[in-house]
């Protein structure tokens, strides 16, 4: 198994190749994944209601879909559409293939919110919650170089 220092270094180099802010990435992954937790998973019912029940795909792939995984707890509609090809949606809980679909989305959401970060992750949320930008931004000072926050 990975280890947690491992991970964060991963999501630091990850970030930089996506011209994100390290900082920002790895305190997304540390809120989302319950603190680096490589392994989470979650099924979004209505998520599945509102985006996959009605597309024509096989009864597992909607319900993967319909999950989020890993340290992004990216959705696996949401890898499909940032052009995941993998056979298995499972495949998203690996470090390196979640990091990257997770880059994607996260830098699409700056781009769409025009560098707003809290915008941006509304927008990687869903907009579902609106503290959501603070409840990722408390771990922002962990990750900065600086210790500065956001």
Sequence with gaps: MTTK???IGMARVAAEAHGLDPALFQALCHHESGNWNQWACRYE???????????????????????????????????REFGFAGDYLTELLDPVTNLE??????????????????QALLFYNGSGNP????LVLRHYS??????KTL
């Design 5 to 7: 220092l491992q991970l």
């Design 45 to 79: 019912a209505e998520f599945y209601q509102r985006y996959v029940a009605a597309q024509k795909l096989s009864a597992t792939e909607k319900h993967m879909r319909a999950t989020s995984f890993g340290l992004c707890q990216i959705m696996g509609q949401v890898a």
């Design 101 to 118: 679909y997770g880059c994607r989305k996260l830098a699409s959401c700056m781009d769409r919110a025009n560098a707003d970060v809290r």
């Design 131 to 134: 503290d959501y930008p603070n």
């Design 142 to 147: 962990t990750y900065s170089d600086t210790g």
